[in-house]
């Protein structure tokens, strides 16, 4: 590992104005950073350390319904925490689906959107084509391994998919990204659209800015009825093959409401909302439900390897409205 | 001096304290909190296996809550404590955590296993062993590639008994 010179921010004010410096990289939990620069995905002068930047943790109720996570809020806190677990079930599961219970202890919710494609390429330690590495390089994925890839939005200068359990179940949940900067006012940005699909840029994660701070995440009215379901190739501690989150507004046996996410199967959390719309007044359990989740992959497309995940997620998809149709 | 000062430094002054002694080091940056305890302190229970958030080998307490040590920066342990399986033991009596692995075979090469240890304790007092799955489940960040994983679980699962044993005696 590179060294680098060191700060630790005490207060938010602080944490702006050395993020703000040129050459600086954001350390909160850590458990992303440390490894980009062993590999040498990062290799920033100085980092500055935000963990403790005090008013940033903890989960508070929203006047109104809704709820506030710090961004520095653990991962096992946020996911433990009563509010969360009692009405957001599904961004609780997620969470505690994510990683392992020590890497949660220390991985920040604000963090883990953050984190960058596990592409084996992008975290490849010898030279590789890569265009989210070195742009204009190409994309060794492509024609290369390509299983885990996208199914959804890629183009040929980039095929990998945003890993975020988390990142999934806010973008169905419509959360949002609230940040500020040193040199311009903060930002409410849409869970939906935090991520950026390579067609309007390929070398791109997010749309944050260099030393733009996310101080919290916010979440609408609560969601009881929600659901979370992970496929993975181990039962536990493993990135998702695909992923399913899903919030259900009911009227009885009928759905008033379905917002669908997908989580590992493109470079954002992917919204169904062809099958949304045709979701909306159906009455669950009928053969009318398929048809419209059916509707909402009529956009996906394979790559070489990777046909299998079209099907894994339209059955995950299924399920998932099962599991949530019976939360509460 | 890293900690009270908002200037980037290239040295850092870290105090903290491990198994209840306290130290007072000057390190670079990018020490992590595992070559601290390994290099510096002369601590090799925590293992380096993969060194990047992998394997759980290096699992040590940082103010009670279990952590990977290979993900923690050295200077931003400023101030904490830490516990390792060396602080386990007291007055030469094994932990129950540590007699339960050696009782249930829970290992065979041993590299594991002071992680695994250290992640058990922290699996116990969180509460997450009210069955075999949820012990699975919460010590899944220990990989084991010796596959002791049916005789770890159980040594948790009796270590859990022993420890709420003695909490009500
Ligand atoms: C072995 C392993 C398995 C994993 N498995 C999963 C999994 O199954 N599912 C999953 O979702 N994740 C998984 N992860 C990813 C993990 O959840 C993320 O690494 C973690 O959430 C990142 O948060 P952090 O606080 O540690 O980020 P850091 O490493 O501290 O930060 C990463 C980057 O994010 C930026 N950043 C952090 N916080 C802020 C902020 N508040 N404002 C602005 N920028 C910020 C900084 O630029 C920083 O450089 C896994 C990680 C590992 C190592
Ligand atoms: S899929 Fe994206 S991250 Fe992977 S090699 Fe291609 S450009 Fe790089
Ligand atoms: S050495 Fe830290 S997790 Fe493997
Ligand atoms: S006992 Fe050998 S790795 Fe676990």
């Known amino acids: ?328 | 001096m890293c900690p009270e000062e908002t200037r980037f430094s290239a040295r850092c002054l870290v105090r903290l304290t491990v198994n209840g002694q306290s130290h007072e080091l000057e390190v670079e940056p990018r020490v992590t909190l595992l070559d601290l305890l390994r290099e510096r302190l002369q601590l090799t229970g925590a293992k380096k296996g993969c060194n990047r958030g992998e394997c759980g080998a290096c699992t040590v307490l940082l103010d009670g809550r279990r952590v990977n040590a290979c993900l923690v920066l050295a200077a931003s342990a400023e101030g904490c404590a830490v516990t390792t399986v060396e602080g386990l033991a007291q007055d030469g009596r094994l932990h129950p955590v540590q007699q339960a692995f050696i009782e249930h075979d829970a290992f065979q090469c041993g590299f594991c296993t002071s992680g695994q240890i250290m992640s058990a304790l922290a699996c116990i007092t969180e509460g997450h062993t009210g069955s075999n799955a949820e012990i699975r489940e919460w010590m899944s960040g220990n990989l084991c590639r010796c596959a002791a994983y049916p005789q770890i679980a159980e040594a948790v699962a009796a270590a859990a008994r022993d420890m709420s044993a003695s909490e009500a005696a």
Not at chain 1, 14 to 24: K, Q, S
Not at chain 1, 197 to 209: I, K, M, Q, W, Y
Not at chain 1, 280 to 303: H, N, S, T, Y
């Open chain 1, 1 to 328: 590992m590179q060294d680098f010179s060191y700060a630790r921010a005490t207060s938010r004010a602080e944490a702006l104005a050395l993020a703000a410096e040129g050459d600086t990289a954001i350390l909160a939990g850590g458990t992303e950073l440390l490894n980009w620069l062993r590999i040498g995905i990062a290799a920033p002068g100085r980092v500055v350390d935000i963990s403790r930047t005090p008013g940033m943790d903890g989960v508070e109720a929203l006047p109104g319904g809704g709820a506030r996570i710090g961004a520095l809020t653990r991962l096992n806190d946020a996911a433990q925490h009563p509010l969360i677990q009692h009405s957001y079930p599904v961004l609780s599961q997620a969470i505690l689906k994510s990683a392992s219970a020590q890497l949660r202890n220390l991985a920040t919710i604000g963090g883990n959107p953050l984190q960058r494609v596990r592409c084996p390429y992008f975290r490849a330690e010898e030279p590789t084509p890569c265009n989210k590495r070195a742009p204009g390089s190409g994309c060794a994925a492509l024609h290369g391994f390509n299983e885990k890839h996208a199914i959804f939005g890629w183009t040929e200068d980039c095929v990998a998919v945003q890993p975020s359990d988390p990142a999934a179940a806010l973008a169905a949940l419509d959360a949002v990204y609230v940040t500020e900067r040193r040199d311009a006012d903060g930002r409410r940005i849409p869970a939906r659209s935090f991520h950026v699909l390579p067609s309007e840029d390929p070398t791109a994660h997010t749309v944050l800015e260099p030393g733009e701070l996310i101080v919290s995440i916010e979440i609408a009215e609560p969601a009881t009825r929600s659901a979370y379901l992970k496929l993975r190739e181990r039962e536990s501690y493993e990135y998702a093959t695909v992923s399913a989150a899903v919030v259900l507004d009911l009227d009885g046996e009928v759905i008033r409401r379905a917002r669908i996410a997908l989580g590992s199967v493109a470079m954002r959390p992917w919204r169904l909302d062809e099958a949304e719309r045709r979701l909306q007044g159906q009455r669950l359990g009928g053969p009318e439900v398929e048809a419209a989740v059916d509707a909402g992959f009529a956009e996906a497309r394979p790559l070489s390897s990777n046909a299998y995940k079209i099907r894994l997620a339209r059955n995950a998809v299924l399920r998932t409205l099962n599991l949530a149709t019976r939360a509460s």
